[in-house]
């Protein structure tokens, strides 16, 4: 049963312009969640992170937004940089599971100059 | 900074054989550590919770006896893959809990197995 899901397996974006990112989970206990960005044969690197008190999270070009009646989720790059070409996970949280995660399916993003 | 590390980054194995990974808190103190576990193309697995002094909680479908766990300090956890064949052939992460800041985890480098 996967509790969270990232759609799309992959998305192609062009320099410049905006990449959105998407992700839905099913576990209302849920209360975190956050981006990762991760090359093959290395860990993950934290992104961005979003609580369920807010809505919105904004951090340079990373923008998260969390609509929770809907639970989903999504990251916004603007604008994206052929740097960003990576596989970029959301992972959640429960306050009963001390800061175990449960990471979505992944979405592997490219942006071409 | 704190930083989690993990050793080898590598592992070649020949099948049946048994395979040890070392997770080490550097800096900082960990009571509790992640196992994670990542098939080609795929998520992100929790396997196991490591405890500092007793014993580890595995995930629904893991199986304890084949994955051992040993946190034997603080600052070291060890995953043991026993009598390893080539489904186990993964990229083994392992975690620390970060108590401060956005970054709810400090994530090691990552082991890659290939058992033949």
């Known amino acids: 049963d996967q509790q969270v899901k990232q759609n799309s397996p992959s998305l192609s974006v062009q320099e410049g312009r905006i990449s959105i990112l998407n992700c839905d989970y099913t576990n209302s206990m849920f209360d975190y969640f956050l981006w990762y960005k991760k090359y093959p044969a290395e860990g993950p690197t934290f992104l961005i992170s979003i609580s369920s008190i807010k809505d919105k999270n904004e951090d340079g070009r990373f923008t998260v937004f969390l609509n929770k009646s809907a639970k989903h989720l999504s990251l916004h790059i603007v604008p994206s940089q052929p740097g960003d070409s990576a596989v970029y996970f959301c992972a959640a949280s429960a306050h009963e599971g001390f800061q175990k995660l449960v990471f979505g399916t992944g979405t592997r993003l490219l942006v071409s100059p | 900074g704190a930083v989690v590390s993990q050793h080898p980054s590598r592992v070649i194995c020949k099948s049946g054989t048994s395979v040890k990974i070392e997770c080490r808190s550097l800096?900082?103190?960990?009571?509790?550590m992640f196992w994670y576990r990542q098939f080609p193309k795929q998520s992100l697995m929790l396997m196991a919770t490591s405890n500092e002094g007793s014993k580890a909680t595995y995930e629904q479908g893991v199986e304890k006896d084949k994955f051992l766990i040993n946190h034997a300090s603080l600052t070291l956890s060890t995953l043991t893959v026993t009598s390893a064949h080539p489904e186990d052939s993964s990229f083994y992460i392992c975690?620390?809990?970060?108590?401060?800041?956005?970054?709810?985890?400090?994530f090691g480098p990552g082991t890659r197995l290939l058992v033949l």
């Open positions: 800096d900082f103190q960990a009571t509790t």
């Open positions: 975690s620390a809990p970060r108590l401060t800041g956005p970054e709810t985890q400090y």
